[in-house]
């Protein structure tokens, strides 16, 4: 397009050379901001931020147009090219199939995914499971349903309007995206902490308004961002590139084979089914025949009362420095699929759990701080002075909140170690996250709030312009209204809850939401607000777990469930779905779906035998309930005035808000001097916050995740990337599907009719050690009859 523009000027008029010398300023200009936004990017191409240097210092128009355009017609990101094709087409997808298919099999599995929600470990189905689903059904609805158009109300319409396509199925996927995307509704968590640890229940009214406005407050915001979050082809949210490639994968009813897999000649829809079939088949044996190989902690089995042995080697409550699993489940159960994230991002979370998670926790713990010789060195506890579970019975009075009177004359509370080393670590993300992103993409951020939708396109975003934007007013009214339900909630009930700290939470949840969003649609790790927001509601009204457990919930799920939305409307982004239909897809399931979880929430209150406690059958013992309800004893009811101000047992922790907000300057400066060294892949926002699950969540299962991961997403992506890219997205499809079809079979089928596993040595001999028993604890209470300080306030 500047083909000899600068040589072509010189015989030109002065306006035609000014005119000249503008479109090379502009290209330059283009340029330089392509440079400068992708330099410290780590997912981005380097041989060509090599080139685009080179061109830039050589005054090389030409070359820098080159570079620049070459990366518009595709993505330049290798992840999206493998997944995402560059062109669309012309298919309907706002059809009476796709809804009905979408709304049934969001139902039926946000249904599921409360109920396993309540297991430990928890089993969170994602939406490959609907992916799955919607196929066939779309198939057999062709068959079944009659093919001729009717007219209503002077418009014509058909069950069959053609084959069933890749945008209705997309429909379908978003639907579950956004109501179980990131598990069960966290509202859920707050009323099981009330009805099953504090014993009252404010009835349906309050858990309706409650579920609806946390699990759609965020929609408004997510439609508000997407011009940062969904529109700029450097947010890439790899989690969608599992579903894009299984959506080719099935659609695709050739026999072709990938044209270049390294050898490989299956067709990619035959290999995710034997990839399928094979999870489907092994998981019955960890899950069920040998249930020794969940946890293989083996050192624990040749000394299962051996304390130190247990603690240093247990999967359970240890910190696992053997971490073997054979076990889908706990290696992607709570993180969600390792072949996913981008390599770098699992080394900072990898190396966040190796030094904080095991060194320094080990350090702490054999220290004999925090009084950690009496408690155990990893699990999600609370403790009071005699090494029992808190009773917060004991310190609240009749309206559930503190006694002061009652307290003191109880106890102080005590956690684990990496429990209370988890909030030290939330406290450095928080102010982590804030520097990160004003040094490494403050410009950048700056630069789209300018230029709004004006913004230059890669391929992907062109071909979106084509369809009607959904207007942003859409968005806000929706908020508004979600705002309303959320306020009467807070001011109906009796819960502690001001107007005004509603508002603060919401905030909270504006403020971080773009740079918590662009960290995770880089790396596929999201960094939760949940304790900077418990932090903040615990200094302000001190003593009222109820409103803390919601200022919390509205202040990090409001951003939580945004980032959930903004990742279904770019995947309708990539997948050319017109963002009309999408907010009503999603604006719809999302409100159906709370009624469901709901509902199913309280049937299992009811017909599962010991719910919530450590006798429940199958596990369901409600891990993440029992994480919420111990931090609301923490924040809530005893406060964090109580728990982190000087003078306190764990005040150091307040020191990892400096560290957390140093570590990336001193960094960012560093990788400025060597910009090509390893460290521009260093990210401490995520090495702080990545293994944020520790607990419920332990060691074991973060160091296999990445093991795995950095496995697939290193070794093999850059040894075999022909394979990678044809076959590594749809690996993690088949391993998810067929762990979530065999234990959906187990509990049904077994589970539910109180079938034993065969009681045999692979059965029993992880079962029986400290570490699966949680006993492993150093010291028995002093003969004074407690540990601790003499007199706490």
């Known amino acids: 397009m500047l083909r000899n523009l600068r040589s072509s000027i010189g015989g030109r008029s002065t306006d035609a050379t000014a005119s000249g010398n503008d479109a090379i300023d502009s290209a330059e200009r283009r340029a330089s901001r392509a440079y400068s936004s992708h330099q410290y990017d780590p997912n981005y191409p380097t041989e060509k931020l090599d080139e685009l240097g080179n061109a830039l210092a050589n005054h090389d128009v030409e070359k820098e147009q080159a570079i620049v355009e070459s990366t518009e017609d595709d993505s330049p990101y290798l992840e999206v090219r493998a997944a995402v094709r560059n062109y669309d087409e012309d298919v309907p997808c706002n059809t009476i199939r796709a809804w009905a298919i979408g709304l049934f099999l969001a139902t039926l599995l946000s249904g599921i995914n409360m109920l396993f929600s309540m297991r430990a470990p928890s089993i969170l189905i994602t939406s490959i499971v609907t992916q799955l689903l919607a196929y066939p059904m779309g198939r057999a609805w062709d068959i079944v349903m009659p093919k001729r158009k009717f007219k209503t109300f002077g418009r014509e319409w058909s069950f069959v309007p053609g084959p069933f396509n890749m ?35 404010y009835g349906w009214g309050f858990a309706l308004l409650l579920t609806f406005s946390t699990q759609c407050l965020g929609f408004g915001l997510a439609g508000l961002c997407r011009r940062f979050l969904v529109w700029p082809a450097a947010m890439i949210w790899p989690a969608n590139l599992v579903n894009t490639s299984l959506f080719y994968a099935l659609h695709d009813h050739s026999k072709a084979v990938p044209a270049s897999a390294n050898g490989w000649s299956i067709s990619r829809y035959r290999f995710f089914l034997y990839v399928l079939i094979g999870a489907f088949v092994w998981y019955w044996i960890p899950g069920f025949l040998f249930q020794a190989l969940s946890v293989f902690a083996f050192p624990t089995f040749i000394a299962p009362n051996n304390v130190i042995v247990n603690q240093l080697f247990g999967g359970w409550t ?101 429990f209370a080393m988890s909030y030290g670590l939330s406290f450095a993300a928080i102010a982590a996250v804030i520097v990160h992103t004003a040094l490494y993409h403050g410009k950048e951020i700056y630069g789209r709030m300018k230029a709004a939708r004006n ?65 995770q649609a880089v790396t596929n790790i999201q960094i939760g607000l949940n304790v900077i927001t418990e932090f903040i509601i615990g200094y302000m009204t001190p003593g009222r777990p109820i409103a803390m457990m919601m200022f919390k919930t509205y202040g990090y799920i409001t951003m939580s469930q945004s980032l959930n939305f903004t990742q279904g409307l770019k995947l309708g982004h990539y997948m050319k779905v017109p963002p009309r239909t999408m907010f009503w897809a999603q604006v719809t399931a999302a409100m159906w779906t709370s009624v469901v979880q709901v509902a199913v929430m309280y049937w299992a209150l009811g017909a599962i035998k010991g719910i919530c ?7 369901f013992t409600c891990p993440n309930a029992t994480v919420f309800f111990n931090a609301s004893i923490v924040w809530g009811v005893i406060g964090p005035a109580r728990m982190f101000s000087p003078g306190q047992i764990y005040s150091g922790l307040m020191w990892f808000f400096l560290i957390g907000a140093v570590t990336p300057i001193i960094f960012y400066f560093i990788t400025r001097r060597y910009p090509k060294s390893f460290l521009r892949y260093v990210n401490w926002p995520v090495i702080f916050s990545g293994s944020g699950l520790i607990p419920p969540a332990t060691p074991l299962n973060y160091l296999a995740w990445g093991i795995v991961g950095f496995v697939f997403n290193h070794h093999l992506r850059k040894r075999f990337s022909g394979w990678w890219a044809n076959y590594n997205y749809l690996t993690s499809a088949g391993l998810d599907v067929g762990l979530a079809l065999c234990t959906i079979i187990i509990f049904l089928t077994l589970s539910m009719t109180n079938t034993e596993p065969p009681k045999w040595w692979g059965n029993t001999v992880g079962l029986n050690t400290m570490d699966a028993m949680g006993t492993a604890i150093q010291e028995g209470v002093p003969e004074k009859g407690f540990f601790g300080p003499e007199e706490w306030h």
């Open 455 to 519: 913004q230059e396109d890669d391929i992907h975003m062109k071909l979106m312009k084509k369809y009607k934007d959904s207007p942003d007013w859409w968005y806000l009214g929706f908020f508004f209204g979600m705002l309303a339900l959320g306020l009467t909630a807070s001011l109906a009930f009796n819960t502690g809850l001001e107007w005004w700290a509603f508002l603060i939470s919401i905030v909270i949840a504006i403020v971080w939401l773009v740079p918590v969003g662009m960290i």
């Open 613 to 619: 406690t450590k006798a429940a059958i199958n596990h």
């Open 167 to 201: 945008k209705e199925h997309v429909i379908s996927v978003v639907m579950a995206n956004v109501s179980f995307g990131g598990g069960a509704a966290y509202s859920t968590d707050i009323l099981l902490a009330q009805i099953a640890r504090y014993g009252f229940d």
């Open 318 to 418: 240890g910190v696992s420095l053997i971490p073997i699993t054979f076990d889908w489940t706990q290696i992607a159960g709570y993180i969600g699929s390792p072949l996913i994230p981008p390599w770098h991002a699992i080394g900072n979370t990898v190396f966040g759990t190796v030094f904080f998670y095991v060194l320094i926790t080990m350090g702490i713990h054999y220290s004999g701080a925090w009084y950690s010789a009496y408690l155990p060195i990893s699990d999600s506890g609370s403790y009071d002075n005699t090494a029992q579970p808190y009773n917060v019975s004991r310190i609240l009075d009749e309206n559930h909140r503190l006694d002061v009177a009652k307290y003191e004359s109880y106890s102080p509370l005590f956690l684990s170690t990496t």
